[in-house]
């Protein structure tokens, strides 16, 4: 049988960082952060720089988690944002939002001249339509009322770009990096400062009280004055409903080897299906990323076909080889598209959180890191109220936006409980799927030596039932997007604790 390949990020192809020691014993520090991507480090390294004593928590390792999953762009373009915020607030707003994101660019751009070894390229950004959208036409005009540094770009697209193009518009200088070095860099200049960093080390809750108490999976304790929730989907999101606030989007991306010459540049269609591009230089190869075919998540089972469509894209267009390097990406979506960086509980003055980049976690997560640490050490942020988590007064988008994502969530709570299983004698080597053993409803995976790996359907966040994944080999929940291996081990949350496993169950093999 063809066996298709396991996905594997290119970000992570070189990753031969020092680990970083689980938390063995009980401490207490000043600060501590939970989750080391983006915005965890950044907030992490400035607090520590700033002379806090920071403890870093990572659930996996470094570079395992969204960040290690993008395509690594790092621009103020956000798609088709700024006619989006107008619309849904005003200019003031819209113009904000994009200063907030030119922070964290100038930020970044800062670091690479003080050192910062990550593979930084300025680019161009575009945004192109090949249908001639409205949407196109609705963000040129936001780039003119709010005095954007870009604007028409469409004979400029039209004579690079090797399909037709109705319109384009560009943002100049902007950036494209490697991620998981970057964060690298940040982590070994948060250790080198004194701050302390854990890997596989999973927050499982956070007490509240005068000085909160974060515990982890294994029982330890880390007692602290404040806490940042850093870990891209809040774990600790019952309180104050945040499950309610999300869209949760899973898109794919491949590497692809060329060598044709190839547009310069960061490209985005607002076209769909979406297709989002641009090149990595490793040594003498060229790859084209291209990320596209964006879904909710846990909402497809068979995604093998997402990678394919992007493969024949990047072969069609720019004549590349097939992907060396597939994998995907999860991302988080506010009712009003712009982030939450702050205080997570109006009555815990002591918890703030960064979550809700969309897909725009380079730029958002360094700002929203530089927003944290001003916040936790009194300095004032312009940006403080634009994107406090306690907003309250919800547009008429937002609502409809809210009824929408929610009444999704309770179709899924009761289209998995009506599914019909299969049986495990419907799985072929490398399938997974639900099935019934034993008079039980179960998830099955049966691995290439033909074992079966069996665990409970139930998501352990908030009991919805989880769909198989056969690209990923994951079992996704389509409610609020945690994710698990074929063991049950949690891989990304808001789920802190794996699927439940029932070995009693007698495996049939084929």
């Known amino acids: 049988m063809h066996r298709h390949p396991f996905t594997n990020s290119l970000w992570r192809q070189h990753n031969a960082a020092t680990p970083y020691p689980r938390l063995e014993s009980s401490i207490s520090c000043d600060i501590v952060v939970i989750g080391a991507g983006i915005a965890g480090l950044v907030t992490a390294y400035e607090l520590q720089q700033r002379g806090k004593q920071v403890v870093l928590l990572e659930a996996t390792e470094i570079g395992r988690g969204t960040t290690g999953h993008t395509t690594a762009k790092c621009s103020v373009q956000h798609g088709t944002v700024y006619s989006k915020l107008i619309r849904t607030f005003n200019q003031e707003t819209a113009r904000l939002y994009y200063e907030f994101n030119e922070q964290g660019l100038a930020y970044l751009r800062q670091q690479v001249e003080a050192g910062f070894d990550i593979d930084f390229e300025t680019k161009d950004s575009y945004l192109y339509s090949i249908d001639g959208s409205s949407q196109l036409v609705a963000e040129r005009e936001a780039y003119a009322q709010l005095e954007l540094p870009g604007g028409d770009a469409t004979e400029e697209v039209k004579a ?62 880390v007692q602290v004055n404040q806490v ?31 060598e044709q010459s190839v547009p310069d540049g960061m490209y985005l269609s607002v076209d769909q299906p979406s297709r989002s591009f641009r090149t990595f230089k490793d040594g003498d190869k060229t790859y084209m990323l291209v990320g596209g075919e964006g879904h909710l998540s846990g909402h497809v089972t068979e995604t093998r076909s997402r990678y394919d469509r992007l493969d024949r894209f990047a072969h069609d267009s720019f004549g590349a080889k097939k992907a060396s390097f597939r994998w995907s990406s999860q991302d988080l979506i506010t009712l009003d598209h712009l982030p939450y960086i702050g205080q997570m509980f109006s009555r815990e003055p002591d918890v703030f959180v ?74 072929q080597l490398d399938e997974g799927g639900i099935v019934q053993v034993n008079g039980k409803k179960v998830g099955a995976y049966r691995d290439l030596d033909n074992e079966c790996h069996l665990v409970s359907t139930r998501c352990t966040h908030m009991g919805c039932t989880v769909n198989w994944n056969d690209a990923e080999r994951s079992w996704d929940c389509p409610c609020h997007g945690s994710r698990f291996d ?19 169950i007698d495996v049939p093999k084929q």
């Open 160 to 221: 690079v770009l090797p399909f037709e193009v109705k319109q384009a518009i560009v943002i100049r200088d902007q950036a494209q990096m490697h991620p998981v070095k970057y964060l690298h860099e940040l982590a070994n200049r948060f250790v080198a400062a004194g701050g302390r960093l854990h890997e596989k080390t999973r927050a499982t809750e956070i007490s509240s009280g005068p000085r909160p108490i974060v515990t982890t999976s294994t029982g330890r304790r």
């Open 228 to 258: 940042v929730v850093a870990t891209h989907y809040p774990f600790n999101d019952i309180r104050g409903l945040y499950f309610s606030k999300f869209e949760v989007e899973r898109s794919y991306i491949v590497a692809c080897e060329t």
């Open 354 to 427: 960064a979550t809700g980049f969309a897909k725009w976690g380079m730029t958002n997560g360094i700002a929203g890191g530089l927003l944290l640490a001003d916040r936790l050490t009194g300095r004032p942020n312009r940006f403080n109220d634009l994107l406090d988590p306690q907003r309250s007064k919800l547009k008429p988008a937002d609502v409809g936006q809210f009824l929408k994502t929610n009444l999704d969530t309770a179709v899924q709570f009761v289209k998995g409980s009506l599914e019909r299983p299969g049986t495990l004698d419907d799985l």
């Open 486 to 504: 074929t063991k049950g081990n949690v891989l990304e949350g808001p789920a802190t604790q794996p699927l439940a496993y029932d070995r009693k």
